[in-house]
């Protein structure tokens, strides 16, 4: 079983910057796909940014031009660099990847985004 763990949210100013990190228990990420989502209150889960194991990456609208996803394989590590935060990007943000045909899920990180 792999556990993946999320961290990096918080509070930030609108227009302010914030890099969330999610770790897996296992080297998985270097060939599987992993992918960043939110939810905000009262909404469903959204894609955000998605990187596959060849280092393609898929944004949503939202996110384009203001977030950045990348991984690093060596400390089984995948980031979203996140920039001119908006106070509609405040969510729960979790990451998800695949292993042996089981979808993992982290436990997700706040990130509020008010002045």
């Known amino acids: 079983q792999v556990q993946l763990a999320e961290s990096g949210g918080g509070l930030v100013q609108p227009g302010g910057s914030l890099r969330l990190s999610c770790a897996a228990s296992?080297?998985?990420?270097?060939?599987?796909?992993v992918a960043w989502y939110r939810q905000a209150p009262g909404k469903e889960r959204k894609l955000v940014a998605g990187?596959?194991?060849?280092?393609?990456?898929v944004y949503a609208d939202a996110a384009k031009g203001r977030f950045a996803i990348s991984r690093d394989n060596a400390k089984n590590t995948v980031y979203l660099q996140m920039n001119t935060l908006k106070p509609e990007d405040t969510a729960v943000y979790s990451c998800?990847?695949?292993?042996?045909?089981?979808?993992?899920w982290g436990q997700g990180t706040q990130v509020t985004v008010s002045s």
């Open positions: 998800t990847s695949t292993y042996l045909g089981d979808r993992y």
């Open positions: 296992a080297s998985i990420f270097s060939s599987h796909d």
């Open positions: 990187i596959t194991s060849y280092g393609s990456t």
